[in-house]
Structures are given as C-alpha cells and as structure tokens.
C-alpha cells in the first residue's frame, strides 16, 4: 500500500515496551445497549444491572465476566464493536471503568466538563471555572511524551502532539478540546490544537529540506547564528527583569530553543534519507461529510509518516461526533450489519441535534419510564446514537489498518503501537460511571484479544443522591498501566484515593476509601 512505503524499519516486538501511541477521544457518551457484550451463552438481560436503571441503583452490581474475542463469531458481537472485528486479536474491551477522580474537583460538577478535564488527566483542577477549569496535570499522552524526551535527547516537542479529526466547522474545535499540556513553565493549559491536515504537515515536516532542491536555503545555512543571537539576548535580559516577567521570558525562549531544536531534528532526518515526507494535502473549503473522511484519511498518513521515522511518538486525535448526514451516507449505512435489533435499522435518521436529541435522548433509563413520551424519546434517539458510536469505532479500525499495513521488522507498525479510544462520559446521562475502554494494538502487556466486564461495586464517591450508587473501578489504573507499557516507573497517575460513600437504599452508609494507585490486575496475568 501507499503507506507501506513510509519511513524506515523498526524493531517489532508483541507485547512489552510500547514504541508509540495514538489517543481517540470522542464526545457526548455511548450507547450501552448497543455497545456491550454479554458472555457466551449469555442474553441482554445480563447488561441490564449496568445500564445505570434503578433496578441497580442502591446495591452492588458484582457480575464479571472475561471472553476470548478471538473465539466470538462475527453475528454475535455488539453493533458499535463489530468494525473491530477484522482487529479482534489485538482488541481488549475493557467495560465498566468510571472517573473517580471527578468526585474530587468542585469545578467540574457537570458531567461534560468533568469528563472533559478529567478524561486524560484523571487528575482534579487547581483553578479557573467549571466551564474552563485549570488542570492539575497534562494529559498522560503528554506526560508519556516528556518521559521519552528525557531518556531520548534526539526527541523534540513533536514527540507527542494533537490534532482534531472535523468536517471543517471551526466553531466546535474551539469548544472541544480534551488535551492539557505543561506549557513549559510548569503551568497546565490547554493548547491550540490543529484541524488542518494541510497545518499538521507543516507544523511536522515545514522543516525537511526537498533533496532535489538545486540551491542551499539562505535561511537554513544560518539557522544557528540566529538561535546563537537569540540566545545571547535572552540571557542578558534576563537580569534586568522580575522574577514573574522572568518566567514569562523563560516560557518564550524555550519555545525558541524548542523549534530551534524541532528544526535541526527535521533537517537531519530529511538528510539522512529515513524519513518520507508525504505530499501536503490540499486545502479543504467547504464542510460536510466529504470533509470529514478527506481529513481522515490525510491526518492518518500524516501521523504514519512522522511515527515511522521517530519524529512523533505519542498523539491525541479528538473526534468530532458525526453528523447526521455522515450517519446517513450511504456507504456507512451498508456496512452496517443486518439484525433485527432496533439499532440496525438501516432507515433514515432524523436531522437533529445530536447533543439534545441523541444523545440526552438515549439515556439509558428511559427505556423503562413510566411515561410513554420518555420510552418514544428513547425509542427515536437510540439508533443515531448507536451509529454514532460504531463510526467513532470505524475510525479507529482505520487507523488500526493503516498501521498493520506499514511492516516493520519481525511484524508491522500496529505490533509497536498502542491506540486506546476514550469518551468523555459513559453515555448521554452526564455519568462519569461505566465507562468503557478499548485498547487495539499489539503493544504493552495487557492481555489482547478478551472482553473484560468490571464489578461496579465501589461506593460511589459522588454527590449523587439519585443515580447509580456503585462505581466500577478508576481508570486512573488503565491509564498509570498505558504509561507503564512505555517504561515510565510509577505506581500512579493521578491522586492515589478518593473516598466513596452510599446515600440511599438498601447500602446507605457504606464508606470505602478507594485506592487509585496501582493497575487493573483484571487485565494482567
């Protein structure tokens, strides 16, 4: 294939040390019903305790379950995981996590900014406002980042980088970005994150000098007396200023010294032949569908690109939620399995809001209300809401595909890597509890190829009177797990507890301290 041809060999190896990996956040939660997985010979009803229905609300929800995906037929897995079918021995679902942490933070009470901040970061805010609070950590693709800069000096600031996945409208990628980062100065931020493929390529490759190129370039041949100056300047001015304008001083030399350093890696890749730089893509000026796949398919050969020479080792792909016109289209409409369950249905969806009318009307206890409207509601939001999800999965098989078709030595590029997809709420309810979480890749040491189903049996740490009153376990642990696969030595990412407690039924007053350190055991061994 086109991507076959990217880059140079690597060492493969299954398991162990992960070379790279690639972040898929979506938005506005899951449809569970369509999503999960009952265990061989078992039926639906066995979800319907994690469904977050007052049926399981004031009691523990202790059922687990543990399958070979690799054994599971086609015809019987979920609708929204059946596009990682092709994927299934290098898929682990993990099902039923929660945000502990969120229980922590006074400025994320809301659960989408809750999720948002804490869906990377699993870590509470140390300022601003509930609809920007501040973070106490970067996000762990970003913190991962770092640690391989710091144990591999040829790294630059592209080690790990993001980018949104659009159909063009410039008003959600302003309002939807999952990633945090250390600006350099110890302070947590959210940065600029690019929607552009045609920007992306620059912000890699805008330094790689063509090798057919007849004439030196006047600017690259005096690159390092510009950064020398620069550096002469920033030191005696320095001196003369406070210790806060210092800082800010500081916080713009090192991105100085950053792109200095980005400029020098760019041109030494480019001279030693390692690296292929793909063509730019060309500039999108319109929005829609078409848009979306466009995108798709160039920031996928972008980052295959820049992870095969070793330019990027970690990114973060936010993903936009899909438009009705993009679930109507007719080429994902066919691929959707047949079935008689209501969320296969192949008919048209309605043209509506996928925030109010989707995904708040596929909330999950609605299904049961006592009043017809609630149960019609759910009835008409599901099937959006269920495609929704099988094309965020869709996505990540694409990228998953790209990378099995790159070989690197003793296998190919998706042996090395490690893409998890995330969501920043379980589903349209504004819950931070049942989460799912899918790893794909032959990378780490986690058991590949399972279906994991998580007790929900914590005392919930939330201020919650009415929902579920039992959590599953922290993703604090699958993500301290991820960093661990890349050699970081930690026992935490995150707060190491939080304290859960009942507030109604049967279980009222039952407290547990809940412990964040560690890994998930049920994913190891």
């Known amino acids: 294939t086109e991507h076959a041809q990217l880059g140079r060999l690597g060492d493969a190896a299954t398991g162990g040390t992960a070379k790279r990996l690639i972040v898929l956040v979506s938005s506005l939660g899951f449809e569970p019903r369509s999503l999960r997985m009952a265990p061989p010979g078992g039926d639906e009803t066995m979800l319907l305790p994690s469904l977050d229905l007052e049926l399981g609300r004031t009691v523990p929800d202790t059922a687990t379950w543990d399958f070979s995906l690799v054994d599971r037929p086609r015809d019987q897995w979920s609708f929204g995981l059946e596009p990682l079918y092709g994927l299934r021995d290098r898929v682990t679902i993990v099902d039923g996590l929660a945000y502990h942490t969120t229980a922590l933070d006074e400025r994320t009470d809301d659960g989408h900014h809750g999720g948002v901040l804490h869906a990377l970061t699993a870590t509470p805010s140390v300022g601003g406002t509930q609809v920007d609070p501040v973070a106490g950590k970067q996000s762990f ?158 920031l996928t050969g972008l980052l295959i690109a820049s992870m095969s020479c070793g330019l990027v080792r970690t990114a973060c792909v936010t993903m936009k939620y899909p438009t009705v016109e993009r679930l109507n289209a007719g080429s994902f409409v066919s691929a959707m399995p047949e079935g008689p369950e209501r969320w296969k249905s192949r008919s048209s969806l309605p043209n509506e809001d996928a925030h109010q009318y989707y995904s708040h009307g596929s909330i999950p206890n609605l299904e049961f209300s006592t009043k017809q409207n609630d149960r019609d509601r759910w009835h008409a939001a599901v ?143």
């Open 141 to 298: 693709h970003h913190e991962i980042g770092d640690y391989l800069r710091s144990i591999n000096p040829s790294l630059t600031d592209l080690a790990s980088i993001d980018a949104l996945l659009t159909d063009g409208d410039a008003q959600w990628a302003y309002r939807s970005n999952y990633v945090y980062r250390d600006s350099g100065s110890g302070q947590i931020v959210r940065p600029s994150v690019e929607q552009s493929p045609l920007k992306v390529h620059d912000m890699l490759f805008d330094g790689f000098t063509a090798p057919e190129a007849s004439e030196p370039d006047p600017f690259a041949s005096r690159q390092s007396d510009v950064f020398a100056i620069l550096k002469e300047r920033y030191d005696r001015e320095a001196g003369k200023l406070s210790s806060a304008d210092r800082g800010k001083l500081e916080q713009h030399r090192d991105l100085i010294f950053d792109l200095e350093k980005r400029l020098e890696a760019q041109a030494a890749l480019a001279e030693s032949g390692e690296c292929t730089v793909p063509d730019a893509p060309e500039k999108q000026s319109s929005r829609g569908p078409q848009v979306f796949d466009a995108n798709l398919e160039d």
């Open 383 to 525: 099937p959006g809401q269920a495609r929704a999800q099988r094309y965020w999965m869709t996505v990540a098989a694409r990228f998953a595909e790209a990378l099995d078709a790159v070989p690197e030595a003793g296998g190919t590029m998706l042996d090395n890597t490690l893409i998890y997809v995330a969501n920043e709420l379980a589903h349209g309810g504004h819950t931070s509890n049942g989460v799912p979480g899918i790893l794909i890749g032959g990378a780490g040491n986690h058991r590949k190829g399972r279906y994991v189903r998580l007790a929900r049996a914590l005392p919930k740490p939330w201020n919650d009177k009415i929902g579920m009153q039992f959590a599953g376990p922290p993703h604090n642990k699958l993500i301290t797990g991820i960093c661990r696969d890349f050699g970081m030595d930690i026992d935490r990412y995150g707060p190491s507890q939080v304290r859960g407690y009942v507030q109604h039924g049967v279980s009222e007053g039952v407290e547990q301290t809940i412990d964040l350190t560690g890994v998930l055991s049920e994913l190891y061994g």
